[in-house]
């Protein structure tokens, strides 16, 4: 198995620029999670979805972030506009019922 | 809601010596709780898990221990090597397919 697969692995963008970065589950896996990754916070989850279905998105910090699930392989995570704080390492994770999480590689986003 | 505390941040240790993490948690209802390896550039890797029906799981090299009563665990790393080097990440959840609580992280380093 591949694993969970992330692209881009790395952005750079200029403020105000929208951003989308997109993610593809372990095959088989019901659950996937978005978290964002600083020094400062540490490892924030930012929304999860089950059988496609966002559960809880109370960590997505404002309207500028947006995710979609359109299918059991495919999420995005889409910033409009992007700021400079939003700099980070985004991380998507999936899981299949009742099992464990398994990460991708990241992506490093960098706003200037 | 759930809170996660990691102690110390960074620790230090000789190669072959032992190093023990400890986590705390607030939610008497959190019942799996992961541990993860961060190597640098790399997304968190998932090294062992525990649930709250066991005090004590092993796996080669690391362990992992449980006290409910107490609300924390620890993860134990024997005859470290230098590739031990990361930071770890503890979480707790209530179940493994709900969202993970992480605590900050600590750096491990491995001195040759």
């Known amino acids: 198995d591949a694993g969970v697969i992330q692209s881009p692995r790395h952005e750079v963008t200029e403020m105000g620029q929208e951003v989308t970065l997109r993610c593809k589950p372990i095959?088989?896996?019901?659950?996937l999670f978005w978290y964002r990754q600083t020094m400062m916070r540490g490892l924030e989850l930012l929304i999860y979805?089950?059988?496609?279905?966002?559960?809880?998105d109370s960590g997505m910090p404002e309207d500028r972030f947006s995710a979609k699930m359109p299918n059991a392989s495919f999420s995005t995570l889409k910033i409009q506009p992007s700021e400079p704080r939003d700099s980070a390492v985004y991380f998507c994770?999936?899981?299949?019922?009742?099992?464990?999480?398994?990460f991708g590689p990241g992506t490093r986003l960098t706003v200037l | 809601g759930e809170n996660v505390e990691q102690h110390p941040s960074t620790l230090s240790v000789q190669e072959g010596d032992s190093a023990v993490i400890k986590c705390t948690y607030s939610?008497?209802?959190?019942?799996?709780f992961p541990w993860y390896k961060q190597e640098l550039g790399k997304g968190p890797q998932l090294i062992i898990d525990?649930?709250?029906?066991?005090g004590e799981k092993k796996d080669q090299r690391i362990a992992v221990t449980l006290n409910k009563t107490a609300k924390h665990f620890s993860l134990h790393i024997t005859e470290t090597q230098p590739e031990d080097s990361a930071v770890y990440f503890c979480?707790?959840?209530?179940?493994?397919?709900?969202?993970?609580?992480f605590g900050k992280g600590i750096t491990l380093s491995v001195r040759p």
């Open positions: 994770a999936s899981s299949s019922a009742g099992g464990d999480q398994f």
């Open positions: 095959s088989g896996h019901n659950s």
């Open positions: 979805f089950n059988n496609n279905v966002p559960i809880d």
């Open positions: 939610d008497s209802a959190s019942n799996y």
């Open positions: 525990i649930r709250s029906n066991v």
């Open positions: 979480a707790a959840s209530d179940g493994a397919n709900s969202k993970l609580t």
